[in-house]
Nanobody, 125 residues
């Protein structure tokens, strides 16, 4: 089992930056990929970015490409650096490890799908 804890959300103004972090604990040796997803009110949860644990390959949603950067800080922490934030980036951001992220960056499958509790990001205009 893997436990994920997010941090770093908050309220910012348009054009500002924010950095989210996700710390994994438990069976971290089994992690194949990690990713960030977001869900705005009334909308479905969507991929923001994912990263493979072995190759470091990444995948980004078109709406954030060039503004957001996903990185693995160490074996159990993944970060999302968000720049030039827009009001449409407002959402609850969730960290994930497992099938939901793996499908975007890896052919391997861990056989599980874990989510963090989510962190709110609000961008005011």
């Amino acid at each position: 089992q893997v436990r994920l804890v997010e941090s770093g959300g908050g309220l910012v103004q348009t054009g500002e930056s924010l950095r989210l972090s996700c710390a994994a604990s438990g069976s971290i040796f089994s992690i194949v990929a990690m990713g960030w997803f977001r869900q705005a009110p009334g909308k479905q949860r969507e991929l923001v970015a994912a990263i493979s644990s072995s190759s470091g390959s990444t995948n980004y949603a078109g709406s954030v490409k060039g503004r957001f950067t996903i990185s693995r800080d160490n074996s159990n922490t993944v970060s999302l650096q968000m720049r030039s934030l827009k009001p449409e980036d407002t959402a609850v951001y969730y960290c994930n490890t497992g099938g939901s992220s793996e499908r975007y960056v890896s052919g391997r499958r861990s056989g599980y799908d874990y989510w963090g509790q989510g962190t709110q990001v609000t961008v005011s205009s």
